[in-house]
């Protein structure tokens, strides 16, 4: 094979080349074209996630800022609750030191 008869079967296989390229050019365009919607109704889904996402976020932070508050009264509370059963043993005990005294003072 010589240089021309190369140059000849190249131009050939270019001019297929360019017949099947136009073939296509349809199936191309239209494969692009769906694809874009594609890319925008999942753009639009991801618009919608990111937005939900947000405000999960700020509820989030609403709820933990709530729990923080919540816990700190629950442990005031447990607090006081100790404070009151102390108390509550103290009193017992007074009233059962009263008790005997009347007892001893009946019967005596």
């Known amino acids: 094979m010589n240089g021309v008869e190369k ?3 190249a ?8 017949a099947e390229i136009i073939k296509l050019e349809p ?6 074209a769906k694809c874009k ?3 925008d109704a999942i753009q639009v889904d991801k618009d919608a996630a ?3 996402g947000k405000i999960v976020a700020e509820e989030k932070a609403i709820a933990d800022t709530e729990k923080a508050k919540v816990e700190e009264k629950a442990e005031k509370i447990e607090r006081e609750v100790k404070n009151a059963e102390k108390k509550l043993a103290l009193a017992y ?6 008790q005997e005294s009347h007892l001893k003072e009946l019967f005596s």
Request: hydrophobic content about 40%.
């Open 27 to 32: 199936v191309v365009k239209d494969k692009a």
């Open 11 to 18: 131009e050939q296989e270019v001019a297929r080349l360019e």
């Open 37 to 39: 919607v594609k890319q």
């Open 50 to 52: 990111d937005a939900k």
């Open 7 to 9: 140059i000849n079967d």
């Open 93 to 98: 005990e007074n009233i059962k030191k009263v």
